[in-house]
């Protein structure tokens, strides 16, 4: 059981570095597309990013709290 929340812990902390990534705060994917430099709301691709990193956070803190249990 450990050894496999381990290797869940490792691959969520990989996904979640490169959504982090994908959505750092000076090339959201909104201008890494060729949208303008004002400000708008997270549409479409944007706000599917944000809702993935906060899933992602999540499980990787519940992972972290079993990890530490089990």
Known sequence: MTLFLTI???IISFALIVVIVIQSQGSGLGKAFG???FY???R???KAVVVLTVVLTLL???ISILNLLY
Do not use: D, P, R, T
Request: charged share 15%; hydrophobic share 40%.
């Open 60 to 62: 990787f803190f519940i």
């Open 8 to 10: 869940l812990q490792i």
């Open 44 to 46: 479409g691709v944007e």
């Open 40 to 42: 708008h709301s997270k």
């Open 35 to 37: 949208g303008g430099g």
